[in-house]
């Protein structure tokens, strides 16, 4: 608590009159970049057009974000640590939260299959949370190479991202085809 309220130019205990414990920090950085994801996904979920499209302009706005928040991801990381008893309070709070954005995208997939812009076979839950994975790996990958004024880097991992892109939309689409097992 001591480095936190060094770093934040403040007493301990002006710390301590907002957070008693390190693990309340940390799960108010995270519940903080959330309502970010939260606001994003909220946003592209109410623009207009199919929900691939819709799908597509998340997946863009979801790697920027990514980049822009690299820092909730080490959050993320320090929470998982939180130990049973009065942590599990907190990772209870933060898997409703993380439910409920997997929730949002999943709505987005659902619709998708009934406007015919998906595949009508989709699992929306599941591909809601293999589309949010893979973003955030594409977003880490991307901020940990793509070191600022270094555009270069920064063409090829958008190059990635959109290839990445490109084919989760394909797979999710009506242009996919199943493969044919082998025999």
Same mark, same amino acid.
């Given at each position: 608590?001591?480095?936190?309220?060094?770093?934040a130019?403040?007493?301990?205990?002006?710390?301590?009159?907002?957070?008693?414990?390190?693990?309340?920090?940390?799960?108010?950085?995270?519940?903080?970049?959330?309502?970010?994801l939260?606001?994003?996904?909220?946003?592209?979920?109410?623009?207009?057009?199919?929900?691939?499209?819709?799908?597509?302009?998340?997946?863009?706005?979801?790697?920027?974000?990514?980049?822009?928040?690299?820092?909730? $991801?080490? %959050?993320?990381?320090? &929470?998982?640590? @939180?130990?049973? +008893? /009065?942590?599990?309070?907190?990772?209870r709070?933060?898997? =409703?939260?993380?439910? $409920?954005? %997997?929730?949002?995208? &999943?709505?987005? @997939?659902?619709? +998708? /299959?009934?406007?015919?812009?998906?595949?009508?076979d989709? =699992?929306?839950?599941?591909?809601?949370?293999?589309f949010?994975?893979?973003m955030?790996?594409? +977003?880490?990958r991307?901020?940990?190479?793509?070191?600022?004024?270094?555009?270069?880097?920064?063409?090829?991992?958008?190059?990635?991202?959109?290839?990445?892109?490109e084919?989760?939309?394909?797979?999710?689409?009506?242009?996919?085809?199943?493969?044919q097992p082998?025999?």
């Amino acid at each position: 608590m001591r480095d936190i309220a060094d770093a934040a130019e403040l007493s301990k205990g002006s710390l301590y009159l907002q957070f008693s414990r390190k693990e309340e920090i940390i799960l108010a950085l995270i519940l903080r970049s959330l309502d970010g994801l939260e606001r994003l996904i909220e946003a592209e979920a109410a623009k207009p057009g199919s929900a691939r499209e819709r799908l597509e302009r998340l997946a863009w706005a979801y790697e920027a974000y990514a980049i822009e928040n690299h820092d909730a $991801r080490d %959050y993320i990381r320090q &929470a998982s640590g @939180f130990q049973r +008893g /009065s942590g599990s309070a907190y990772r209870r709070v933060l898997r =409703e939260r993380i439910d $409920r954005l %997997y929730g949002m995208a &999943a709505a987005i @997939f659902a619709e +998708g /299959s009934k406007d015919g812009s998906l595949r009508p076979d989709v =699992e929306a839950a599941k591909v809601a949370r293999l589309f949010t994975v893979g973003m955030g790996l594409l +977003g880490e990958r991307a901020f940990k190479l793509c070191p600022a004024g270094s555009p270069v880097s920064a063409a090829e991992e958008e190059a990635l991202s959109g290839g990445f892109i490109e084919l989760f939309m394909y797979f999710i689409s009506g242009g996919y085809q199943h493969a044919q097992p082998r025999r």
